[in-house]
């Protein structure tokens, strides 16, 4: 599928062989990648926490489990916060629908409440492995709704998804930043 970017990055390359510096080069397709419009961000963030809850119900051993869990909850609270803080309150003033956002800010505090009891827990726990389940089915849920609903009735309004993304990505850029860089942008 061709993209804006396509253009950008054959008048980038034209302009590095010109002369110009591969750092310059490197800057534009940084930005450019980082694009994404609001709902491919969100997107991506929901596969990458599936893929990890993934990886939770197959490991073997307590202490990957523990790492895994805490990247989880890493990972939502990330999500959870730059969707709360800008995704959320931004769709609201264009959805004629409250009442979708309410639903949503709720999962994410009963979510956040599970997230902070797997994080006060140790991986021996007999109840971890079932909080995390749950957390894992609560979360599925979630991501349902928002991609067979929520989102789907965004996309139909005049909210400009490209520079809400371009928000979500630099905010949770700065919130990975604060967190000591305790988690790679995959997204």
Avoid: W
């Amino acid at each position: 599928m061709p993209t804006p970017s396509s253009s950008t990055n054959k008048s980038t390359k034209r302009s590095a062989s010109a002369g110009k510096s591969k750092s310059t080069a490197k800057t534009a397709s940084s930005s450019t990648s980082r694009s994404k419009d609001a709902i491919a961000v969100l997107k991506a963030d929901h596969r990458q926490v599936e893929k990890l809850f993934g990886q939770f119900e197959k490991a073997k051993d307590e202490s990957q489990k523990a790492q895994l869990a805490e990247q989880i909850c890493m990972e939502l609270r990330l999500h959870t916060q730059i969707e709360e803080e800008i995704f959320y309150p931004t769709s609201r003033d264009f959805l004629q629908d409250d009442d979708i956002v309410n639903e949503a800010i709720v999962e994410h505090q009963a979510a956040k409440d599970l997230i902070d009891q797997i994080e006060g827990m140790s991986a021996s726990d007999e109840m971890y492995e079932a909080k995390v389940s749950v957390l894992k089915e609560m979360i599925e849920h979630h991501v349902e709704e928002e991609e067979k609903q929520f989102f789907p009735q965004v996309q139909k309004t005049e909210m400009d998804l490209r520079s809400i993304g371009e928000q979500l990505a630099e905010r949770k850029e700065e919130l990975m930043g604060e967190m000591g860089g305790g988690l790679s942008a995959t997204h």
